[in-house]
């Protein structure tokens, strides 16, 4: 008995064909998944290459004649876009308990551009009270938008040192 696939022409050729089919459509769908994640992978690169970056590059706190707190701190703009709708959120802690919040909007920041924000904070806490025992950190929150209002923060803890008598850096988030 002769096999009816091998001695028939178009059968044979028929079923090549769809084996052919079968294996181009496997192979299309394979490549439209990579192209979707390529596409991802270009938007998140995108996002990510224009945006603003708000960095905190000095930080200082000095105490008024009145006992109020005087934080001064410098920060700038690394991305490329401007920083829209910049609000800041200061609060400090003591002992690990937080004891001040302060909130307040900044104008925005430009790219490549250095600002500069300095206050007096009223808060019932003073030098004297400090001792050298005494935990005290500051959490500094930038958040602003950026590309189709997509909200970015960046958020900066810092540990006073009271040997060198300034603040040093703990940790720094962005996103």
Known sequence: MCNKLTSDPIVFWTS?????????????????????????LNRQIFEFSNRPFLGISEFT???TS??????FFRYSNFGN?????VKLKIEYFLNSKRVFL?????????PKEKAIWGD??????????LSSSDAFSFS?????????????????????????????AVESEWN
């Open 81 to 85: 876009i401007p920083a829209r709708k």
């Open 61 to 63: 706190v000095h105490f």
């Open 140 to 168: 500094i929150i930038l958040l602003y938008t950026g590309v189709m209002n997509t909200i970015y923060s960046t958020r900066e803890i810092l540990q006073y040192d009271y040997k060198a008598d300034s603040f040093v």
């Open 66 to 71: 009145e006992g109020f707190l005087n934080p």
């Open 102 to 110: 302060h909130e307040l909007e900044l104008p925005n920041s430009f």
């Open 16 to 40: 090549i064909i769809a084996i052919s089919t079968v294996l181009y459509m496997v192979y299309t769908i394979r490549m439209w998944k990579s192209m979707v994640e390529q596409v991802k």
């Open 120 to 129: 007096s904070i009223e808060s019932e806490l003073t030098q004297k009270q």
